[in-house]
């Protein structure tokens, strides 16, 4: 059974930066696309930033130059680099993933597998 459980999440001020990382377990990371999704009270979930098997990369338009997406496959885990944070980032985040199947990708779809999510949080 797959299980992923994130953390790094916390209170900062406008501009300040965070670290979220995500350790998966139960399946073979490397074959598997992931991604960061948020999302704040009373708004629906959002695509923050994909990353495929590949290794290719993806990013909301609202996080693109602040937020950097990576993964490191020895260690089974996927990080989300946030600077320059604002208030409008506040929510919570998730990571998910999903075993990459052949032919197109679509970074936003698909996952079956999600962490309990942690929580972020960004005064002005």
């Known amino acids: 059974q797959m299980q992923l459980v994130e953390s790094g999440g916390g209170s900062v001020q406008a501009g300040g930066s965070l670290r979220l990382s995500c350790v998966a377990s139960?399946?073979?990371?490397?074959?598997?696309?992931m991604g960061w999704f948020r999302q704040a009270p009373g708004q629906e979930r959002e695509g923050v930033a994909a990353?495929?098997?590949?290794?290719?990369?993806v990013y909301a338009d609202s996080v693109k130059g602040r937020f950097t997406i990576s993964k490191d496959n020895a260690k089974n885990t996927l990080y989300l680099q946030m600077n320059n944070l604002r208030p409008a980032d506040t929510a919570m985040y998730y990571c998910?993933?999903?075993?990459?199947?052949?032919?197109?990708?679509?970074?936003?779809?698909?996952?079956?597998?999600w962490g309990q999510g942690t929580r972020v949080t960004v005064s002005s």
């Open positions: 139960g399946y073979t990371f490397k074959n598997y696309y």
């Open positions: 990353i495929d098997s590949d290794g290719r990369i």
């Open positions: 998910a993933a999903d075993y990459r199947m052949p032919g197109p990708w679509d970074p936003w779809y698909g996952y079956h597998y």
